[in-house]
């Protein structure tokens, strides 16, 4: 059911917005109300807020507060039923205890998580399917390249190796990655086979797998028809096998296991697309448990009647990860995420309340979304079912987890350099003297790991903004990546809020930059992301 409010609750927090404004650094900067700021980051990563997980009383708490100051700065209610909340219902499905078996024809005697695992969906909790196997290598349609040219995926179970080839972009070989199942769904697959390769061995070895496995819990989002969301309703289930069945299954094939480690292993990794002589029988059996959670949003109208119908969204997750009990008496067990992300959702909203004082010409959607931990859920929810007409949703700015523990002298715009959103970015770095640097790993796809993503696969454009390297800005990020991530030490003691007061002021002048545009935000011409999902181009200079 919808969240709701309480009246006590939106005037408790309301007595928190009496401002108390500091300067920033540059000459024509904007004043940041620093003490709400640093007040808004202690409150969301405080122990009482019990690490902010998705579905706990300890995000609805969070959320409660969020919806009480989006109320004290004056933003509209944009959430259901006139509220700040939409309610987002999450499935969580786990391999069943008993169930879930396998057998090949012509392999024998297959024991699970020592000779393969099972994976269902969360659109059915139990089935079995029987169909022939098809090997369709990395499955990628791109430009130049076809893997499912010749052969005929409709209800068959296919066969796959993780990854991609060496040539290809980093960020598009990350959305490639993680949509392989819709891809073979569209093609009319029911399931999907994961062979081992020694090149995924050293990534993640089987026996992390199957232990990963055995306690795997997969989240997703429900819509209000109550249909779980896959993105690839067709696969049923999937399985993979261990490095000893991979071999085996390929086994008199023109196209054997060793042919496939030394094509892996070659920049293109062309490999050949064929039917097995093979059938597989699985049967498949999970538990599902759903759960309600908000997204809280609140909406600043826009000045301008000509742009009154384009919203600019801007987003920044408010769960963590809870409390993570241990064995060990007096540990702390609450996993506060402060830098993730409580000092983006309090950026966001010192952005709102800057913005509400000086209202741009296009409406904006301010939103703090669940689910973010469990795979960019809130945010693919609201995507998927906008509060506001879905076409009328021109561009997202989102904000995760900036590392604001130094001096800090430039910032990363992952995404704005595909889109007319980067000379509005650009600018805004310049205001504020930083320099725009490149991506600074390329190879991990950040652009996709976010909750911009989620915008992005329906076609907008989007950028998230991150603090660089430079000055001392890659130890600072390695040592909190590698000491505090994820961790009951990612506390508000970490914060500088001198970098992050500054951080808020450019992510202002961002989002002003962007709700202000002559032109309707556009992906550029022959971007990957623009063309694959459909977005609005630019026009050819």
């Known amino acids: 059911m919808p969240i709701r409010l309480k009246a006590s609750l939106l005037a408790a927090t309301a007595l928190l917005a009496s401002p108390a404004t500091a300067n920033t650094a540059a000459d024509n900067a904007v004043e940041v109300d620093r003490a709400m700021l640093e007040r808004d980051a202690t409150v969301l990563a405080s122990d009482e807020m019990e690490g902010r997980e998705a579905g706990t009383r300890g995000h609805e708490r969070a959320a409660g507060y969020v919806a009480g100051r989006f109320a004290s700065l004056g933003l509209d209610p944009a959430g259901d039923d006139g509220t700040y909340f939409q309610s987002v219902t999450l499935r969580t499905h786990t391999p069943a205890e008993e169930g879930n078996t396998l057998s090949i024809e012509g392999m024998d005697d297959l024991v699970a998580f020592e000779d393969f695992y099972v994976l269902g969906s969360p659109i059915e909790a139990s089935g079995t399917i029987e169909a022939p196997l098809v090997f369709i290598g990395y499955g990628l349609d791109i430009p130049g390249r076809d893997d499912f040219a010749g052969v005929d995926l409709a209800g068959a179970v296919a066969v796959r190796v993780y990854g991609g080839p060496d040539n290809l972009d980093g960020e598009e070989a ?19 086979l994961l062979l081992r390769t020694p090149q995924l061995e050293e990534v993640f070895n089987w026996e992390r797998t199957t232990r990963s496995v055995q306690r795997r819990r997969s989240t997703t989002w429900v819509d209000p028809d109550g249909i779980a969301y896959t993105g690839a309703d067709n696969i049923l289930v999937s399985t993979g096998l261990s490095p000893e069945l991979s071999r085996e299954l390929l086994e ?3 196209f054997d296991y060793d042919d496939l480690v030394e094509a892996v292993a070659t920049e293109e990794a062309l490999m050949p697309s064929f039917a097995l002589d093979r059938s597989i029988r699985i049967d498949f059996a999970s538990d599902f448990e759903d759960v309600d959670t908000p997204n809280v949003i609140g909406m600043l109208p826009g000045s301008d009647p000509a742009v009154a119908d384009e919203y600019v969204i801007l987003t920044a997750h408010l769960d963590h990860v809870g409390i993570q009990p241990t064995e060990e008496e007096g540990d702390d ?3 506060n995420g402060a830098l993730d992300n409580a000092v983006g959702v309090a950026s966001m909203i010192e952005v709102a ?5 000086t209202p741009a010409r296009r409406p904006v959607l301010v939103l703090a979304v669940t689910a973010e931990e469990k795979g960019l859920l809130g945010s693919a929810y609201n995507a998927a079912n906008p509060t506001v007409p879905a076409d009328q949703v021109v561009a997202n700015v989102n904000l995760d987890m900036p590392v604001a523990t130094y001096d800090f002298a430039d910032v990363v715009a992952f995404g704005a350099e595909r889109s007319t959103l980067y000379p509005q970015v650009e600018a805004a770095a310049e205001e504020y003297e930083l320099e725009l640097s490149p991506d600074p790993q390329p190879e991990q796809g950040f652009f996709t790991r976010s909750d911009q993503y989620s915008y992005v696969r329906r076609g907008i454009p989007a950028v998230y903004l991150d603090l660089g390297f430079a000055n001392g800005g890659e130890e600072a990020q390695g040592v909190v990546y590698g000491e505090h991530y994820h961790q009951p030490s990612d506390e508000i003691e970490l914060v ?14 961002i989002a002003r930059n962007i709700a202000n545009m002559e032109e309707t935000p556009a992906w550029l011409p022959g971007d990957f992301f623009g063309t694959t999902y459909g977005g609005r181009i630019a026009a050819q200079d």
């Open 174 to 192: 990350a959305l490639l990655r993680s949509t392989i199942d819709e891809r073979l769904s569209d093609r009319g697959a029911v399931g999907m």
């Open 252 to 254: 008199g094939q023109d």
């Open 333 to 335: 067990e609450i996993y």
């Open 353 to 357: 309340r800057l913005m509400k004082e």
């Open 496 to 509: 500088d809020f001198n970098a992050l007061e500054r951080f808020t002021a450019v992510n202002y002048a």
